[in-house]
């Protein structure tokens, strides 16, 4: 299971730090990733995070500005998101998955949070 909190109504450039908290099969999950969805939108690919933490990978618009980690010692997962712009609003997910490998695509993860909102709004 995988919670998501953290978000928030955030100015454009401003910072917001997105939390996600692992329970129950976590010794199952490998990598794991954040995607978002904005209104309208198909859900999309942020950034992924291999086991261990030592690689990570991003979509384009958000090289840079957002920083992705993990501690599995408190079984969690981060997202730091700098400068941020109008177009970051979204529903944010953390999910997981027990293969390895940094997919960037929806499909290839099998386990979702409920999701946590961030406006980007002046």
């Known amino acids: 299971q995988l919670q998501a909190s953290g978000g928030g109504l955030v100015q454009p450039g401003g910072s917001l730090r997105l939390s996600c908290a692992a329970s129950g099969s976590i010794f199952s999950i490998n990598t794991m990733g954040w995607f978002r969805q904005a209104p309208g939108n198909e859900r999309e690919p942020v950034a992924a995070i291999t086991r261990s933490g030592g690689i990570t990978v991003y979509t384009d618009s958000v090289k840079g500005r957002f920083t992705i980690s993990r501690d599995n010692a408190k079984n969690a997962l981060y997202l730091q998101m700098n400068s941020l712009k109008s177009e970051g609003t979204a529903v944010y997910f953390c999910?997981?998955?027990?293969?390895?490998?940094?997919?960037?695509?929806?499909?290839?993860?099998?386990?979702w949070g409920q999701g946590t909102l961030v406006t980007v709004s002046s």
């Open positions: 999910a997981a998955r027990t293969g390895a490998g940094l997919p960037l695509a929806v499909k290839f993860y099998g386990y």
